[in-house]
């Protein structure tokens, strides 16, 4: 799982209730990503970060917000608008450039109580 | 959409034998990245290949891209039961971004 931490592994959010989703890297990467991965389903983008303070929507962006605040750190909310949130969501951090490896962390489950 | 399938969905082999996944797309790409991802992890980068890149080897792994066609495949030889697991190939069409495939679930069965 490289230098890229998620937390918490597992999290339950309750009706109408916004949660946040933790990721860091300490790889130095200008880069970082959000996808939610369904069962048995590939990986979609929700949103993508390619330097500080600024970010772009991917292809599942309602309903989820982001902030880029400091280059490691990358959290994602689910907000109350999310109508079908339960997922598995993963962080990935890159260089930047084109060709670049992306390095993902350990994902994140959440769930709805 | 994922702009591209991968098959087969799921492949049940022996150990010891070879298997071969096979991606397709539909726009033109930077280069085609292979991942692997054991169930409930995250993903971990097996290969990439380049657009003007028609053979690429790792260990056990080797892949193609057939640009006229749209197509790479991966081939792992010698299969092990540790190889179990889901391997989704991702395409890099602008910029960083990657856009997955739907995935290929491996059984290497003992």
């Known amino acids: 799982d490289g230098g890229i931490t998620q937390s918490p592994k597992y999290l339950f959010r309750k009706e109408g209730q916004n949660v946040t989703l933790s990721c860091e890297q300490n790889?130095?990467?200008?880069?970082m990503y959000w996808y939610r991965q369904d069962p048995g389903q590939g990986l979609r983008l929700i949103y993508y970060s390619q330097i500080v303070n600024d970010f772009q929507k991917g292809d599942i962006a309602e309903g989820y917000s982001v902030s880029r605040e400091k280059k490691e750190s990358f959290p994602l909310t689910v907000t109350s608008a999310q109508k079908n949130p339960t997922a598995f969501y993963l962080c990935a951090s890159s260089a930047g450039s084109v060709g670049e490896t992306q390095y993902f962390g350990p994902g994140t489950r959440l769930l709805v109580l | 959409s994922q702009q591209g399938e991968e098959d087969p969905q799921a492949l049940s082999i022996q150990e010891g034998e070879n298997a071969t996944m096979n991606c397709s797309y539909k726009?033109?790409?930077?280069?085609l990245q292979w991942y692997r991802q054991n169930s409930g992890r995250g993903l971990v980068h097996l290969i990439l290949i380049r657009s003007n890149e028609r053979e690429k080897h790792s260990g056990r792994l080797r892949v193609t891209l057939d640009t006229s066609k749209k197509s790479s495949s991966l081939l792992i030889t010698a299969s092990r039961a540790a190889d179990t697991a889901s391997y989704f190939c991702a395409r890099e069409t602008s910029g960083s971004r990657l856009t997955f495939g739907e995935g290929t679930q491996l059984t290497v069965n003992p």
């Open positions: 790889l130095n990467h200008d880069a």
């Open positions: 726009t033109s790409i930077n280069n």
